[in-house]
């Protein structure tokens, strides 16, 4: 379980594979001095609900893994949650999306 630091809040705690493909739509987004939200469910064992943060380029943001490797990345979920990023609701951490092969 990887956490994401925002800012003086306390870590957001979001699975290493989904953190990593979060880490490559943000870091786009934030390169390209574009403000934002994310938002996101609960994980099991804290309150049931969802939360959203408005993430800006000029707040500190720290991504920690627990993994020393870094995954596979899976394209269709980063472009679905590039896609997501680029709504007026803002980034919403979806489960993942597997790449599949094309048919022939």
């Known amino acids: 379980m990887g956490s994401l630091y925002y800012g003086d809040s306390t870590p957001i ?3 290493d594979r989904a953190l990593a493909h ?3 739509v943000v870091a786009t987004k934030l390169r390209r001095n ?3 939200t994310l938002s996101w469910t609960h994980p099991e064992g804290q309150p049931e609900g969802r939360s959203t943060i408005w993430l800006h380029p000029s707040i500190p943001l ?3 893994f627990d993994e020393p490797e870094a ?3 899976s394209r269709r979920w980063i472009e679905a949650l590039a896609h997501s990023a680029n709504s007026s609701g803002g980034i919403t951490l979806v489960g993942e999306l597997l790449d599949t092969p094309e048919p022939s």
């Open 71 to 73: 995954p596979n990345l």
């Open 22 to 24: 979060l880490k490559v």
């Open 34 to 36: 574009e403000s934002f």
């Open 62 to 64: 720290r991504f920690v």
């Open 13 to 15: 705690q979001i699975d």
